[in-house]
């Protein structure tokens, strides 16, 4: 009974169901005409992508470009320097029908997570100083004023001299270039400043009896300001501002360290008439040894001839930013007067004569001396007063340009160097007066330089020889020839053939002999050519 009665309900609630999906589908069918069909509006969900990771779904393109760009001002506010950060951002859009959104706050949340990896070393505003082709990058202007007075201070402990940064106003960029400023500028000097000695040489030659030279400059001593008038760099200092890592700035001691020290930095000498390797060498207190190291093409020993006009490389201690500088003092010392030259045009300028032998004078002066650094460079008399004249040396010398000498041959070996050695075969001379090439038979020789022929012949022990008187008074053999090509009396010019190599004479082999003269003493050619 119970079960019928189950049975019955279960067939009233079917039937309910069918007739109330009936009833639906009819209404739907009326009511169809009434509503619109789907229209398609293009994208309307866009997915936000970060350095190809996904940071949040918006439904306004334009919105991703404007959070990134605030994510990126709020981390940049947080840091006190310079930072860089890596943003390629992609956005993907679809048109959905329903679909989840997120806060701008969850999706800058996310645009940081991601920015935060990529951030560059935290970069922070320098400056950078440029000295001719050196550059260091300091903090802060404060760092390069100080560097820069650094190098000033080296030569001026008065504190006269400062640094002053200014912009340039001749260049299409921004650039700060230093200027040393005279803060004595107008200032009244002390007495104490320019108090010069109260008893001295003139004293002295006071007691002697001799009489004071007035100069006819009014200004006594005493009116003159002492001490360094004038300072400057004399490379081009040029300034800049920028951002750059931490890591690259120097420290501000190191730089005044790296800055103001010396450096071997390579110059040049012309030689002048006059000259010897020696008074280079003290002159630019190089050793001789190390000017013929830096010279290989031009000296091969510290006996090699030098040549007027020749350059020759030195090193030149010198800091990276140099001071030039004129500095004003009092004097009363030994001085020398200026060398008097006399020009002789038929002499030739190794040659020299003196006429007149120097005695030192005395006198006291105001000195105007230029420095480069420490190197002074020239001096200036400003005011002199001659208490004991100085008598000045007077040097003739020759004007002429002396001959140069080449090699005799074209290529060779030396097998016999000049000086002692031991005898070749038993019948060579111990003592070697010239430099012998080995070269095949028949090698062309050619005059070291020009002169006239002496001699052209048999010349027993040097077999066939030739002997070339030269202009300035040397002279060259060629000997142990094959063949000669001149004779007695011509004039040959340098490079001339005059003969070919052979073995005549006292010979072990093919060989040319080559010898130098000066004064008829036999000389190592090898230091002339």
């Not at 709020?74 to 329903?98: N, P």
């Not at 060579?428 to 001699?455: C, I, N, Q």
Request: net charge negative; proline share 4%; hydrophobic share 35%.
């Amino acid at each position: 009974m119970k079960n019928r009665i189950i049975k019955r309900t279960h067939k009233r609630i079917e039937l309910s169901f069918i007739f109330s999906s009936l009833i639906a589908f009819v209404a739907c069918l009326f009511f169809l005409e009434a509503i619109p069909g789907f229209e398609h509006t293009g994208d309307n969900t866009f997915y936000i992508y970060l350095n190809g990771e996904m940071v949040g779904v918006v439904d306004d393109e334009a919105k991703a470009e404007h959070l990134l760009i605030e994510t990126r001002r709020q981390i940049a506010a947080k840091s006190k320097s310079l930072i860089f950060m890596t943003d390629e951002l992609f956005v993907r859009g679809e048109e959905r029908l329903f679909g989840k959104v997120d806060s701008d706050g969850k999706v800058m949340e996310a645009m940081g997570k991601v920015l935060k990896k990529t951030v560059d070393e935290t970069m922070q505003r320098t400056c950078t100083v440029k000295i001719e082709e050196y550059m260091v990058t300091l903090k802060s202007l404060d760092d390069v004023e100080k560097l820069l007075q650094a190098a000033l201070d080296l030569y001026d402990q008065s504190g006269r001299f400062k640094v002053e940064l200014s912009n340039s106003n001749d260049r299409d960029f921004n650039v700060i270039t230093p200027k040393v400023i005279d803060t004595f500028s107008g200032e009244e000097i002390t007495e104490e400043e320019v108090k010069l000695p109260s008893v001295g040489a003139s004293e002295y030659i006071g007691t002697l009896g001799l009489t004071e030279i007035e100069d006819e400059d009014s200004k006594d001593f005493e009116d003159y300001e002492l001490g360094v008038l004038s300072m400057n760099f004399l490379e081009e200092v040029e300034i800049s501002q920028g951002y750059l890592p931490s890591s690259q700035v120097m420290d501000l001691n190191e730089a005044i360290e790296n800055v103001t020290k010396e450096q071997e930095t390579p110059g040049e000498y012309e030689i002048k008439s006059g000259d010897t390797l020696s008074g280079i060498s003290m002159a630019v207190n190089i050793p001789m040894e190390n000017l013929v190291a830096l010279n290989p093409d031009k000296l091969e020993t510290v006996n090699s001839t030098i040549h007027v006009g020749d350059i020759l490389t030195i090193t030149v201690p010198e800091p990276e930013l140099s001071v030039e500088r004129v500095e004003r003092i009092y004097v009363e010392e030994v001085y020398d007067a200026d060398v008097i030259y006399v020009d002789n045009d038929e002499w030739y300028t190794t040659q020299t004569k003196i006429l007149q032998q120097p005695s030192s004078g005395y006198r006291k002066a105001i000195l105007d001396k230029h420095f480069t650094n420490e190197k002074e460079i020239s001096r200036e008399v400003i005011k002199e007063q001659i208490l004991l004249e100085a008598v000045p040396k007077i040097v003739e010398r020759g004007t002429k340009i002396p001959p140069t000498y080449i090699k005799p041959i074209s290529g060779g070996r030396i097998s016999s160097y000049f000086g002692y050695r031991k005898s070749p075969g038993g019948i060579g001379s111990t003592y070697h007066k010239g430099v012998d090439w080995y070269v095949p038979l028949g090698t062309p020789v050619y005059a070291s330089s020009g002169g006239t022929v002496r001699s052209a012949g048999w010349g027993s022990g040097y077999g066939y020889v030739v002997y070339i008187d030269h202009p300035d008074g040397r002279q060259t053999r060629y000997a142990h020839c094959s063949k000669l090509v001149v004779s007695a009396g011509q004039y040959v010019n340098q490079g001339d053939l005059i003969a070919y190599s052979g073995s005549t004479g006292n010979s072990t082999g093919p060989h040319l002999h080559f010898e130098m003269r000066i004064n008829g003493t036999a000389v190592n050619p090898l230091d002339y050519l």
